[in-house]
C-alpha cells in the first residue's frame, strides 16, 4: 500500500516511541523588529537538510543510526505572542514527560521562552547556554516585553542571576552591557577554551542550550534578520555545539533564526542543516 | 544653510498648515499569517515614487499643484497589535482633528482598524469601500481576533450591516462567503458599473476607502502576501480609485499590502505609487 | 502521542483507503534543455498550498470535502530517465489497481510518459487532452528520444494517430507543426468553445489530461524553464480545466514544469495550487 | 580544427557580405536616471535567444532561412555619452554603407541617436516611429540634453515637425504633453488601427523604427529602467512591429531599454527575444 | 502638530549648526564601467541603519551622544560627471565653510573627486589614505578621464606624490602598479601595523580618508560593482578605520561602492552601517 | 568589414594554431542530484571575466602574454550522459592530438570523466589531483553509476590504486571514507604543505588537475550546487592552483561546479573567473 507524505529532517525516522531526541518546530516570527522571516527556518531546515549527507567526518559516526524523532512545525498564530509560547510550551512538556529532550527549531529567538518555560518547572536548576550576536536582554522593546529583543531577560528572570551564559555577544544598547556588567549574567567573548571552563564548572548541571545563528558571522550565515558583521565562524560554533551537546548534561535544545528570504544562496541554511546534525550527533551517546 | 534630509511621498511637500491631505505610514506586520513584509510598504512607495512623473495624463492634472503633507511613518511595535493599533489612531485622529484627510499607507491590512475606529468617531454614518483579493470577514484566525484575516469583520463591528461594500472579493473560507450572503455586508464582482452605481446611492455619505492591493492580479502586483491570481487589472483599480475619491465624500482612506520583499522586479511599488498619485490627485478638486 | 511529520498539499488529508483521487510527485528534471528547477516544482506546490483557502468561490465546494490521498514525492535518479520513468510507472499502477485517479505533480514534462504507459495498458481506448505552449512533438532531441520535447510524440506512439488533442501550443520548430499537419494529432488555438466541443465528441471515452503549465501566459506564471509570450489567462486556464475534470471521464492526470526558482514573488506556485484545488475539487463528483 | 567561440543571436550566422540586415548592441546606460542596468540588454537577448524556437508559428517562417549577420556588442565608455554616441554612429555608418539594416539591441534609449544621426544623414526623408511608455521629449534632464529622457526632442532636432510618430505613451511631464500638443510630434494612443493608418500615409517613405520595450505593460515585461503600468500587451506589440517592419520601408531600428536585472525570471528577456525574431523575420521577405 | 518626514542616519539628529560632522550622499554611478548600483548605496545606509545599535561595545559610546547632521542625498544628474562634480563639491564647501568634516556616502568612488577637489583648497597639505582593492590610478579609461577607475589619478594630480597612501589594493593593470613603484603613491599590503606606521609620520597633518568598500573580502562585502577575491576581513577594516579617524587630523572623509542590488542578503549593507557608526564614533572626541 | 561576435575568457584570443592551452565548455548538469544549474557556468566564467584585470599582482603577469584560445561551448544533450561524455572526449582528443593542454570548464564534477578517458589513453601514467569538498566515491548514486557523486570512483577504475590524491573533502557517506581508508585513494585535508609534499613525490609525472570549486568556504562561493561548509579560504585555493600549475607536469584540467543561479551577487563567479586567469598564468611558463 501507498503511504502519506512523512517529511523529517534528514534520518531522522525513529519512533516517538524509541526516540532519545524530539525535533519540533515553531515557524513563529511575529515580534522580530527589523527583517521577519525567521517563520520560514524550520520547515527550510527540515527540506533543504537533504543535501547534506548522513554521515559526520567530525564526529565519524552516522545520524541514521540515532534515535530522533520529527514531530513537525506546530501551527501558531501571528499576532498573539502568549498563544505562540503557550502552545510552544505544550510540545515540549508533552516531549519532557516521555522522557526524551525536546530539540526546537525556530522562528525569531521568542521561542525559545515557550521552551525555557517548561524546563525550568521540570530542571529547576538548569543553566542555559546562549550563543548570540544580540544580547536580548532588553527589559521591554518599544513598550512591548515579550520580544526577541528581550528574550534572555525573560528567561533571566525564571532562572535568576549567574546561570545564563552567554558567548559571541557583539552587539546591545548601553542598558542591556550594564545589565550584564552588574553581574546578573556572564557574557564571555567567544572561545572554546572559555566555554571549555564554563563547561567544567557545570559538571552534570541541567543545561537548556540556545543557539540563535545570528552568532555566526554574516558571511556564512546571511539570512538572518539582524545580520551583524564580525561574527564566529563555522567551524568554531560546530566545535562549540558539538561540545555542549556531547560533555554537557543537555536537556533541551534549540537552534532559531534562520530566515531563508534573506538566503537566495541557500548557505545559511546549509550551515544550520550542519550544525543541527552535529548537535543530534553529539546529543546520542 | 544645509537642510536636514525630508524625504517625502513625490512631491508632497506642502506645510501641514496648508495641505487638504496628510499621508501617514503604518510599517506594521505582526499578522501576517502567510508571508510577512507589508511593514516594508510605506516606505517602499514613499521611495520609488521618484520613478514615477508627478503629471497625470489620466486625470491631466500635476501633483506639484495639490496640497500633500506626509508626515512620515509611525514606529510601531512589532508583537503587540493592540499598541499599534492605539498609535495609529492616535495619528488619524490628529489630522482628523485638523480638518484634513488621513491617507494611510500600510502594512498589512490590519492598520486599517486603527484609522476606521477613529473615523466612526468623527462620522458615525461612514459607509467603508473595500477593495481586496479576500473577504477578511473572519470571526477569528488561529484564535486571535485583531488578525489582517478578520479586519473588515472588526470593522463591521463597529459600523454595522449594510455599510461595507466589498468589490474584487475571490478568496474566502465557506463562513465569510456566508456571512457576505447572509447580508451583513455587500460583496459586489468587480465592475466599474457596479461601483458607480453604489456611488450613486450613497451620495454625499462619508466614505471609507480601503484598498488591499492584492486585489490587483499577481501578474501586475506580485509583491504581495498572499497572491490570489484572477484579479483585477491595473486600469480598472485606477478607473475605480480616481472615481472614488473624485465622486464621494472620502474622509479617510488607506492603501495596504505592498510587500516589497516579493517585488523582486519593483513593478508591484510602481502600481502602488502608481495608484497613490492618482488617489490624492482625485482627491483634491 | 505526538505524531511523525505528515505534510500533504492542503486538506488532502483523506486516508488511502478512501481516497478517490491520489497525488503522487516526480522531482525530476534531467531532459530539461534550458533551464532546470522542475524538480522543485510538486514539493512547491505542496508546500505553498497553505496560502490558499480550501473553498472555492467559483465551484462553491470545499477541498476538505472531498477524499484525496497524498502519497508524496518520489526519489528519482537524475542521471537516468529510464529508471525514473520505471518509478513513476509502478506508482501509477499502484494507484490505477486500487481503482483510483492518479494525479501527477511533476517535474518537467517528461515524466508524464511514465503515467501514460501505464494509463494506456489499463485504458487503451484513452484519449490525451494536452496544455501547453509546447507541440513536444519531437523524433529527438540532440540525439535524445526520451526528452521533455518529445513527450507527446513517445505519447503519440503509445495512443495512435487521432487521439491526442493539444490546447495553446504556440511554440514548435518546422517539423512538429508539419506532424501535426499530416494529421497525427489534433493542435488547436485555444478556446474553451473548442475544448467544449471535443470534450463533446468524446463522450465517455477514457482521458489522461496532461497540463504544462507554460500554457499560461509568462505574466501570471514566469516560474518555468521555458517561458513563452502570448499565452493562455489564467482565468481560462481555471476553466478549461475545471470543464474537462467535471464533464470528461478523466483517469488520469498530470499538472507539470513549474520551476519555482524562476519564480522569486512566488505568483506561479500560487497560480499552480490553484488550478490543482479547482482540478481535485471537479473531479469529485 | 577547432573553431573559436562565435555568439550570435538565435541562428544569425550569415556572413556580413550576404546578410540583409545586421545587429549591432550598445551596451551602455550612463544617463538612465531611475535603475540602471539597459548595458546588460543586448548580451542578454544574445544569450538567452537560444531557448526561443527560430521558427514562427505566426508568420509561418524560420529565422534560419533569412540572412542575418550578428557584428556584436561594441565596447561603449560609461560616463561619456559623446564618445559612446559617436562609436554607435559608426558602426551604423559602416552597416549603412554597405547597404544593409542596422539593426541595434541597446542599451538605455539615449543609444537611439546615435543610430538616428547617421540614418537622416542618408535618409534625409525619413520618419521615426516610436512605441515607448514616455515621450522622451524633455529640452534637458536635471541640466543634462544627452539623456534617455531627451531623445526623442534630440531626434526632433534632426528631422523636424511631424516627422516622429509616437505609439503607446503614457507618461511624461506636462511640458512633453505640451509639446507634442503644440504639434511637433504625433502622439497616440496604442492601436493597431491608427499604425495601419500612419503606416498607409508614409507608403515608401524611409522609416526608422525605434522600441522602447518598456511599452509593453509590467506584468509582461518587468525587466526594465522605469516600468510604467497600463501598457501594451505582447500580443498586440508583436503584431505592430511584425506590421511596420513587413509594410513600411525600414531602413533601420533598435529595440532599447532591457534591463536583466530586474527580470529575476527572465520573461522580459524571453519577450525581447521573441520580438527581435519577429522584427527580423518580417524585415526579410 | 505633525512633523515632515525626517530620514537620517541612525541617531544622527544634531542641527546643523552643533554638529561636528555632516554626511552627505552622493547618489551617482554613472562611469561605473561593469556592473551599475552604487547611486542606490547612500540610501540604503541610511535607511537600513536602524537594524543597528547606536552603542558600540568596541568604543563602548553610543552614536547618540555625538553630534552628526545627516543633509540627505544630492540631485545629481546622471550622464554629466562634471555637474555631479560640481555639486558634490559645493555641499563639501558649505561644510568646510562652517568648519565641520564633511562625510561622504557614496555613490561610486568618482564622488571623491567632487571631495578632494574642495579639501585641498581648503587643506593644500593633505595626505589621502586610500583603502580599495583597486588601485584606480589609470590616466584614463576608455578614452574617459573622469572614472572611477582613474579617480585617485585625478586626485595625485592635485596633491603630488607622496601624498597617496593605498592599503589592501590586489587588482589594476600592469601601469598602474608601475605608477606606484615609480614612487608616485605609496601602496601597501593592508596591516594596521603599516597603517599605524602612517598615521605616525602623518602625525597632525590633515588627511582625508578615502574607503572604497570593495577592500573588504567579498564574502562579506558581496554588494558591489566590482567584487575582487582576497579582500581585509571586516573586523580589520573596522579597527582600521576607528585608528585613523580617532588617530589622524581627519578633514574630511567619504565610504563608497555600496551597490545594494548585488547584496541580496543585506549583509553589505549592515557592514557598512556599522562602519559608518565606527567611524563616526571614531571621529567624535 | 565588420566582424562577427567572438567571446572568448578575458584576453583568450590566441589562434588555435599558436595556442599552449585550450579551454573548452560543458554545459551540462544533467546528473545534479540536489540543485542543478552548473549547466551555466562554463558561460558565466567567460561573460564575467571582464570584470577582472587581466594582469596578476600575485605573478606580476599579464594573461594577454598567454597563448591561450577559447573554443566556446560544446552543445551537449541533457537526459544523456553518455553521449555528452562522449563528446566531451572528442573534444578534449583534438586538443589532445595537437599537443596542447585541454583546459575544462563545466558543468557538474561528471564532466571531468568525458576528459580523463583521453587522458588516460594519452598518458597512461597520469594521476589525478582533485580539489573537493565532496569524496565522489560512491559506487553508485540512486543505481547511476555515471552521476557526479561516483566520478571520482569511475577515474579510479581507470588509473588504479594510489593515483588520485584527493585534497578538502570535508562530506561523504561512510562508504566512501571507508574506500579511502583502504588505500585505494588518497583522501588529505587541505594544506599547501600537503601538496608540495605530494607535487614533490610526482615530480615530472603527468597529471590531470580536477578543481571542484565546492571546495571553498560557501561564504566566498556560495554559487554550488552543494554547497559544504567549512572550506578552503580563496587565498589558499588560489595558491594551491598556482603551484600546481607551475610545478606539475599537467596535462589536462578542469573546474567545475559554478551554478551562477545560485549566486545573486556574483562573487562565486568573479572568484572563479580569477582561479581560472591564475591557472592559466601559471600553465605558461
Redesign the interface.
Known amino acids: ?8 529532517f534528514l534520518c531522522c525516522e525513529s519512533s ?1 516511541e524509541d526516540a532519545l531526541t ?1 525535533l ?1 518546530g515553531a515557524p513563529f ?9 525567521a ?1 520560514f527556518g524550520s ?1 527550510a531546515i ?2 533543504e537538510s ?6 559526520s ?1 567530525y564526529q565519524r559516526r ?1 545520524l541514521s543510526d540515532c534515535a530522533v ?5 506546530m ?7 502568549q ?1 505562540a509560547l503557550e502552545q510552544i510550551g505544550e ?1 515540549c512538556r ?2 519532557l514527560d516521555s522522557g526524551k529532550v525536546p530539540f526546537l527549531l525556530g522562528g525569531e529567538h ?1 521561542v525559545t521562552l515557550g521552551a525555557v518555560r517548561e524546563i525550568v518547572k521540570k530542571f529547576p536548576a538548569v543553566h542555559i547556554l546562549h550563543f548570540d550576536a544580540h544580547a536580548d536582554l532588553r527589559e521591554e ?4 516585553s ?2 526577541h529583543a528581550c528574550v534572555l531577560r525573560r528567561c533571566w528572570e525564571l532562572v535568576g542571576d549567574g546561570r545564563i551564559h552567554q558567548f559571541g ?6 542598558s542591556e ?1 550594564e545589565f550584564s556588567e552588574a553581574g546578573h549574567v556572564s557574557t564571555q567573548p567567544f572561545t572554546l577554551e572559555g566555554l571549555a571552563r564554563t563547561l567544567e564548572q557545570l559538571g552534570d548541571t541541567p543545561v537548556y542550550c540556545t543557539v540563535d545563528l545570528d552568532v555566526l ?4 550565515f ?2 538572518t534578520g ?5 561574527g564566529v565562524s ?2 568554531e560554533l ?1 566545535q562549540a555545539v558539538a561540545l555542549v551537546c556531547s560533555a554537557a548534561n543537555v536537556v533541551g535544545c534549540d537552534v532559531c533564526e534562520l530566515s531563508p ?7 545559511s541554511t ?2 544550520a542543516c ?1 550544525l543541527v546534525r552535529e548537535m543530534l550527533l553529539a546529543l546520542h551517546p
Chains 1, 2, 3, 4, 5, 6 share one sequence.
Open positions: 500500500m501507498l503511504n502519506p507524505n512523512i517529511e523529517t516517538f524530539v519540533y516570527d511575529s515580534t522580530t523588529s527589523y527583517r521577519p522571516g517563520r520547515s527540515r527540506r537533504y543535501g547534506l549527507e548522513s554521515y567526518p552516522d524523532f520529527d514531530s513537525g512545525d501551527e501558531l498564530p501571528m499576532g498573539s505572542s498563544r510540545r508533552a516531549i521568542l522593546y518599544l513598550g512591548v515579550l520580544s555577544i557583539r552587539s546591545g544598547d548601553r552591557w558571522d554574516p558571511s556564512i546571511p539570512g539582524t545580520p551583524e558583521p564580525e563555522f567551524c560546530r528570504h534573506y538566503d537566495p544562496s541557500g548557505i546549509a550551515a550542519k
